[in-house]
């Protein structure tokens, strides 16, 4: 086991800033790596200690995130996102280029302990893929230039902050906008008509008198925008009618669904906006505390989110007594990630949030009734946050008006893959898939994958169908592959991905992640025969019933959608006969044949040579 | 207070009616009243986990961890079907290959649970490919030997550790197919931790992952647990009875 001394000055000194509680463990496990890129184990002792929690608890968490390291990483830690899109645009020809550029071997750290370079899960980049993250932070658009610059950055020792601020440009890609990307939102605009509705109606605020805000997003009908479409206004009466008083608001901003990236965009451009929509919930439900959970990989992202929290609250819109409304207090923090997808489950987010492994809570009970600390919790996704603002703003019948009657108000699309146009399209919930494939400049789309890895996939007789909950659901991520596209080696990506994100806590999804995953290694090395593909059926019946959450139960999709509609990708691979162990029997005795010296027919398997 | 108070409340589980107090779970109640849900990771003696997922059931048509769920009045679970113990099979022989369970030589076989509860599934062979998982032994303790090979997450010692010994010797650590039990000291290895022989979380193991040493063996085949009953017997001989003293189950 690898010893250092870690620098036990500057680990005091981020458990001070963080005031020694237990909740800000993972943001204190990661400031405290930083100088040296790992946390030895004295480091994890003193910060138990610190903290007053066991060192294996502390330990416990720390294993969880693929951004903590309990090892020796290198000063430089770069991760290649490894993506379906990021791999269809040469991601892993450029990994080998950095790897031999650096004289490091892939997943190693180099001798002299400068760098380490390795893959991560899909960063988030996908419409200026490929993209890699280089102590946390992203470079995306990357090619052979960028590459070299990178190595010579990185041999030379040059301190990330004076990295050409170039390389760390991020783009947007607003290829079409709507209500929520349309720019003008006056930051405030949101609150101060909440308030003013309420204020008209003769009514106070926050716990007696914010049932008015809750009636229009009742009105619009708003679905969640995470993934899993739960009704808004429902959430936040049952947070707002919890005997508890002391309730949280929570921005799920853990976009970590492979394929999807337009909450990045919303933080990026529409900050106000979902800070608005923050506020607006904490009126409407009674909470006093906010927290963003910001996924690790927009790291990017969190200096300027707290100069815009900075900013509101100099103008009175964070703080106390908001926009001049007695009681109306409401302040909110930014809690990094460390690499965890499991952490956009709303549970585990606020088990993540509270400082421990992210791991998702058993139910009963929900969220809005025992969530943060025991409190009543609401967790939204960052477009649904800000969707609610201007459902404040315009009211709930404005919101219903676009889309269609089930799937109301717009949509942010994240398109990506084998097209001219990638990036964000706010369009009406009910657009037709096709339309989205026309204005993106799909090349040849041989297959889309809607809603990213835990999503569907659709093939060309339904490109159709419209992209609503009533037909095509999505979280907002599209992704276009052509016809030179292997779908069995999508489906692969996707399978491996959720083996490597599994949070481990059930047999279910724990050992069915990694089953189905060597499965579909046994087909890609050519051993798998009939009897295999249909043990895919069996895999996906008892994760959709018996594991924890929607990781688990979703896990077998792009397999059993693949299967279904691109089977010859599957049926090539496969051996002539029902069924091969895993392992070739006939090379299993090579050891013996060498020992004996013996290569005659009696010394392999009959039929065998 | 009148003697006729309210009836206990009641659901329906394979058409059976039991009752239950509040706050029971549905495996509670069902042990409590004789019927055998197969489970690992419920103990009676401590809060539910809910990981290891054999006791799923279905209730009102919608599948539920039976050892998680509170009972409520009215509701119809469904548990001894063909179809759930299959999947509870799958679970079992899932848990098989992910370790390395080797009965034959294994101190605890014919104490074990994980064997037990195969046992009591029809468990024949363990269908899926192992895993082969190259996972220590910690020998470092005097008196306790920590086989990793063994451990089905069931975090009992965990729980027991910190809920009864008072103590956390025990944490879960890593994640995903890479999720392991750790102990709590610098080194890594069990003797640096504080644990103690008569530790609640020594003795709570229901597999051969914590074992005393040099007591191998010491009951001969035939007189062990799971010799003499199934398990599925056992479990409801030790379940709680919270309704004895109001009435008899019916």
Redesign the interface.
């Known amino acids: ?1 690898p010893t250092a001394t870690p620098d036990l000055a500057h680990i005091d000194a981020v458990v001070e800033r963080y005031g020694g509680e237990r909740s800000n463990l993972l943001q204190i496990l990661i400031e405290a790596q930083e100088p040296e890129g790992w946390l030895p ?2 480091a ?2 003193r910060i138990a200690q610190a903290v007053g929690w ?4 502390v ?2 968490v720390a ?3 693929d951004f903590l390291h309990l090892r020796p990483a290198g000063r430089y830690r770069v991760r290649f996102s490894d993506n379906i899109t990021d791999q269809m645009a040469g991601s892993e020809a450029l990994l080998d280029r950095l790897c031999s550029q650096l004289w490091v071997e892939r997943g190693k750290v180099s001798e002299d302990g400068l760098v380490s370079v390795d893959s991560t899960s899909c960063t988030g980049m996908c419409d200026q893929a490929p993209a890699l993250l280089v102590n946390g932070y992203a470079i995306a658009r990357l090619d052979a230039a960028r590459i070299d610059a990178i190595a010579a950055l990185i041999r030379e020792r040059i301190e990330l902050a004076q990295w050409p601020a170039e390389l760390f440009r991020i783009d947007d890609n607003v290829r079409r906008t709507g209500p929520l990307l349309a720019p003008g939102f006056a930051p405030g605009a949101a609150i101060a008509a909440a308030i003013a509705r309420q204020r008209a109606a003769g009514a106070y605020l926050a716990h007696d008198g914010s049932a008015l805000l809750v009636e229009e997003l009742k009105r619009s009908a708003l679905l969640g925008r995470g993934g899993a479409g739960f009704t808004v206004g429902i959430k936040w009466d049952g947070c707002r009618r919890a005997a508890d008083r002391e309730r949280f608001v929570v921005c799920n901003a853990d976009e970590g669904e492979p394929c999807t990236f337009k909450d990045r965009v919303l933080l990026a451009r529409c900050a106000d906006l979902v800070f608005d929509g923050m506020t607006v919930a904490a009126y409407a439900c009674g909470a006093q505390r906010g927290l963003v959970y910001l996924r690790g990989e927009y790291r990017h992202l969190l200096a300027p989110l707290r100069e815009v929290l900075a900013r509101r609250r100099r103008d009175g819109w964070l703080g106390r007594a908001i926009a001049g409304e007695p009681g109306f207090d409401f302040d909110l923090e930014i809690h990094l990630g460390a690499g ?1 997808y499991v952490c956009g489950e709303a549970s585990a987010l606020v088990e993540s949030l509270e400082g421990k ?1 992210g791991v998702p809570r ?1 139910r ?1 009970p929900r969220l809005v009734e025992v969530g943060y600390h025991g409190h009543p919790t609401m967790v939204n996704n960052v477009e649904t946050l800000a969707a609610a603002a201007l459902i404040a703003l315009h009211g709930g019948a404005w919101f219903a008006a676009i889309g269609t009657p089930k799937s109301t108000g717009s949509k942010l699309m994240a398109v990506s893959g084998d097209c001219e146009r990638p990036g964000i399209y706010e369009v009406p919930f009910g657009t037709p898939l096709a339309e989205l494939l026309a204005e993106c400049g799909a090349r040849r789309p041989q297959a889309v994958q809607v809603g990213g890895a835990s999503g569907r996939c659709v093939d060309g007789a339904e490109f159709g169908r419209r992209l609503c909950f009533e037909d095509l659901p999505t979280n907002g991520a599209i992704t276009v592959f052509d016809d030179s596209r292997d779908m069995f080696e999508v489906a692969r990506n996707f399978t491996r991905f959720f ?10 999804c ?6 189905l995953d ?1 499965l579909m290694g046994k087909i890609a090395a050519g051993r798998a025969g009939r009897y295999d593909l249909e043990r895919v059926g ?1 895999l996906n ?2 994760l959709k ?4 959450c929607e990781l688990g139960a979703s896990a077998c999709n792009p397999v059993v959608d693949t299967l279904a509609r691109f089977r010859p990708a599957y049926e090539r691979r496969l051996l002539a006969g029902g069924f091969e ?2 392992f070739d029997l006939d090379r299993s005795l090579l050891a013996a044949r060498l020992a004996t010296g013996r290569d005659d027919a009696a010394a392999h398997l009959e039929g065998r040579s | 207070m009148s003697e006729l108070a309210a009836a206990p409340a009641t659901f329906t589980l394979d058409g059976r009616e039991i009752a239950f107090a509040p706050g029971q779970t549905v495996l509670q109640a069902a042990l409590a009243a004789g019927c055998y849900v197969p489970h690992l990771c419920y103990h009676p003696q401590f809060r ?1 986990h ?5 006791c ?1 059931v279905r209730i009102d048509g919608h ?1 539920a ?1 039976s050892c ?3 009972a409520r009045a009215g509701m119809t679970v469904e548990s001894n079907s063909e179809e759930i113990n299959h ?1 509870r099979l ?2 079992v022989q ?2 098989f ?2 370790g390395n369970h080797f009965c034959p030589s294994c101190e605890k076989s014919g104490e074990c649970l994980l064997q037990a509860v195969a046992y009591d599934l029809g468990m024949v062979s363990t269908q ?2 192992h ?1 082969f998982p190259d996972r220590p032994v910690d020998a470092s303790h005097p008196q306790l030997l920590l086989d990793f090979n063994r451990c089905i ?1 069931c975090e009992l010692c965990v729980r027991a550790s910190w809920e009864v010994d008072d ?13 392991r039990l ?7 290895r069990l003797a640096d931790t504080d644990v103690a022989v008569s530790d609640k979380a020594v003795q709570v193991c229901p597999v051969g992952a914590i074992l005393r040493k040099r007591v191998g063996f010491a009951t001969p085949i035939g007189a062990r647990r799971f010799d003499a009953e199934p398990i599925s017997a056992q479990a409801l001989r030790d379940a709680p009875r919270p309704l004895a003293k109001a009435r008899e189950p019916t």
Request: glycine residues 12%; positive net charge; aromatic residues 8%.
């Open positions: 086991m184990p004295a994890i002792t066991p060192r294996g608890r330990e416990g294993s969880f995130y965890a492994r058993n009963p083996a490597h994100e599994s949070c481990g806590f059930c047999t279910t724990r050992v069915g992640t990694a089953l060597r069996e019946r008892l019933i018996a594991s924890q162990p895993i | 539910p809910g990981s290891c997922k054999l799923t599948w961890t998680t769920r509170p999947q799958l679970l899932m848990l290959v992910e899926f490919d895993f997450l103590k956390q010797v025990f944490s879960i650590g890593g994640r995903g197919i890479g999720k750790i102990v709590n000291s610098e080194s890594g």
